[in-house]
């Protein structure tokens, strides 16, 4: 009887004993897989960082490749968003000449990034945006960083809006766009929630009146101008009645 007691002792211990070890191995393998995921993650923004800030424009277009694939999957980084921002402003805010001539224009590589920029929401990227559709020439430009603006969301101080308005007036004088209007209207839909102060809506709706009554733009965007028009209207006379 002891003999037996004894034999399912020890067999007891034992399986307690390769629980422990099967659960240490589990947490080995989970901390080498980290350290893996951690090594890769850092080797890629090596490769991408190198690849945002070569001189030659299909480099750019293979950074902006593992850029994208890298925000759809969530796997953002300072390295990541620092590449995005340096490619947003290729030709703007860093040139590089020779002579009179800027030989890293690329406007599209510029609103690819923007796009991106609108998918990392931070004040960093915002900053960035408003830079870039403040000084940039380049109407495609110019929508992709309004547009992530819009995405983005964030108008402390109704800045981003006022910035937007300073926009619309400039290229409905010098450059009258209908896609640029366009998306406008869209990250003025966006940013509506954000804007509280009377005087900040009356920028808005000035600016979005403007566009209504644009017979440069096309039917459509005139269109939608003038329903966000109402729509703006409406939650102005809302606000006065409470």
């Known amino acids: 009887m002891k003999l037996t007691k004894m034999i399912a002792g020890v067999v007891v211990c034992a399986a307690f004993a390769g629980m422990a070890a099967a659960q240490q191995t589990v947490k080995s393998q989970k901390t080498e897989s980290t350290v893996e995921k951690e090594y890769l993650s850092n080797v890629e923004d090596v490769i991408i960082t190198e690849l945002a800030t070569s001189p030659e424009y299909d480099n750019k277009l293979v950074a902006l490749q593992y850029l994208e694939e890298a925000v759809n999957e969530g796997r953002t980084s300072p390295d990541i968003v620092a590449a995005l921002q340096g490619l947003a402003g290729e030709g703007v805010t860093k040139q590089e000449r020779t002579g009179r001539r800027v030989m890293n224009n690329f406007p599209d ?8 920029l609108g998918e990392v929401p931070s004040e960093e990227a915002k900053s960035t945006l408003m830079v870039i559709a403040q000084d940039d020439k380049e109407p495609m430009v110019v929508s992709a960083a309004v547009r992530s603006l819009g995405n983005i969301g964030l108008n402390n101080g109704n800045e981003v809006v006022n ?22 209207l869209v990250a003025y839909e966006k940013l509506a929630a954000t804007v509280t102060e009377p005087a900040d809506r ?3 709706i000035e600016s979005v009146t403007e566009i209504a009554s644009n017979y440069h733009f096309v039917t459509p965007v005139r269109t939608k101008a003038l329903q966000l028009l109402k729509s703006l209207q409406g939650k102005s006379t809302g606000k006065k009645s409470k």
């Open 163 to 184: 910035m937007i308005a300073f926009i619309q007036k400039k290229y409905a004088a010098l450059n009258p766009t209908s896609s640029l209007a366009l998306e406008i």
């Open 109 to 116: 590589i510029r609103a690819k990034a923007c796009d991106l």
């Open 202 to 204: 009356s920028t808005m």
